[in-house]
T-cell receptor, first 109, second 115 residues
Framework: QKEVEQDPGPLSVPEGAIVSLNCTYS??????FMWYRQYSRKGPELLMY????GNKEDGRFTAQVDKSSKYISLFIRDSQPSDSATYLC?????????FGAGTRLFVKA | GAVVSQHPSWVICKSGTSVKIECRSL??????MFWYRQFPKQSLMLMAT?????????EQGVEKDKFLINHASLTLSTLTVTSAHPEDSSFYIC???????????FGPGTRLTVL
């Protein structure tokens, strides 16, 4: 079983749709959960960071963590063409960070 | 978020030459530096980890004599690709980390093309 599972997509949605991106993990030692956005040929940009189960909201983005199910989600409301990018989930329980493979998202105008 | 710069952003070199990539953390002190490589449409692959003033620790399968990492100060780390070959063509990204903080920030990346 992989430590982190993330559907690579691609995921294509119309502008204005609610997007749901998900990752599962197997390592109970992970205590910190992050979502990154990566545009083509750019470095990843930290979007959301959380360490507790529940929801964390920042503008159009909501990060959700369910530690009991080892499942995290990122919701994007009112998606825009500028949200088209690859989204990576990331986990850490100490020193190293483990990244998901990334989900490619396309938001069509 | 933290401000991280990488230079150059894009480089083309001939096979057999060496290329140095600089990574600077502009507004915080990076006690740890991670270097990643990313091939097209693939995820990040950790190459090595370095702590300021110490030798880097390389991941399995990464040649330490080929990818020289120097982390001489808390704001600067360099990755030198020695005797580059076309298979070394990739996107190289640095990621500084401060102390015990868990957030990890990334540089904008350097695209290396070896002819």
């Amino acid at each position: 079983q992989k430590e982190v599972e993330q559907d690579p997509g691609p995921l294509s949605v119309p502008e204005g749709a609610i997007v749901s991106l998900n990752c599962t993990y197997s390592n109970s030692a992970f205590q910190y959960f992050m979502w990154y956005r990566q545009y083509s040929r750019k470095g990843p940009e930290l979007l959301m960071y959380t360490y507790s189960s529940g929801n964390k909201e920042d503008g159009r983005f909501t990060a959700q963590v369910d530690k009991s199910s080892k499942y995290i989600s990122l919701f994007i409301r009112d998606s825009q063409p500028s949200d088209s990018a690859t989204y990576l989930c990331a986990f850490t329980g100490g020193f190293k960070t483990i990244f998901g493979a990334g989900t490619r998202l396309f938001v069509k105008a | 978020g933290a401000v991280v710069s990488q230079h150059p952003s894009w480089v083309i070199c001939k096979s057999g030459t060496s290329v140095k990539i600089e990574c600077r953390s502009l507004d915080f002190q990076a006690t740890t530096m991670f270097w990643y490589r990313q091939f097209p449409k693939q995820s990040l692959m950790l190459m090595a980890t370095s702590n300021e003033g110490s030798k880097a620790t390389y991941e399995q399968g990464v040649e330490k004599d080929k990818f020289l990492i120097n982390h001489a100060s808390l704001t600067l780390s360099t990755l030198t690709v020695t005797s580059a070959h076309p298979e070394d063509s990739s996107f190289y990204i640095c990621s500084p980390k401060q102390g015990t903080y868990n957030e990890q920030f990334f540089g904008p990346g350097t695209r290396l093309t070896v002819l």
